[in-house]
């Protein structure tokens, strides 16, 4: 069984930094694509960044410059560091990770979710 596990959010006042991470966990063989989503208070849940096995990544135009998505495979986890935070980055943040499974097929997992709240 595979599971993912974040931290990181918080509390910050806008220009502010947070990082979060996502480690997975489980009979794990590959991971592919990793990546950020948010859905923030009446909205649809949306991407913010995601990054390849081989590190291609791909951001929002609502983040670029600012967000850093990365990855390290060998702990099975990805990371976002959130610098110069504005109040509409408030939002509960979702990591989300293609797994193939040992034994198994490849399918997308989700992380638990965590708050990341920007003061003005």
């Known amino acids: 069984q595979v599971q993912l596990v974040e931290s990181g959010g918080g509390l910050v006042q806008a220009g502010g930094s947070l990082r979060l991470s996502c480690a997975a966990s489980?009979?794990?063989?590959?991971?592919?694509?990793m990546g950020w989503y948010r859905q923030a208070p009446g909205k649809q849940r949306e991407l913010v960044a995601v990054?390849?096995?081989?590190?291609?990544?791909n951001y929002a135009d609502s983040v670029k410059g600012r967000f850093t998505i990365s990855r390290d495979n060998a702990k099975n986890t990805v990371s976002l560091e959130m610098n110069s935070l504005k109040p509409e980055d408030t939002a509960v943040y979702y990591c989300?990770?293609?797994?193939?499974?040992?034994?198994?097929?490849?399918?997308?997992?989700w992380g638990q979710g965590t708050l990341v709240t920007v003061s003005s």
């Open positions: 989300n990770q293609v797994i193939c499974a040992v034994g198994d097929g490849c399918d997308g997992y």
């Open positions: 489980g009979s794990i063989f590959r991971i592919n694509a």
């Open positions: 990054i390849g096995r081989s590190g291609s990544r």
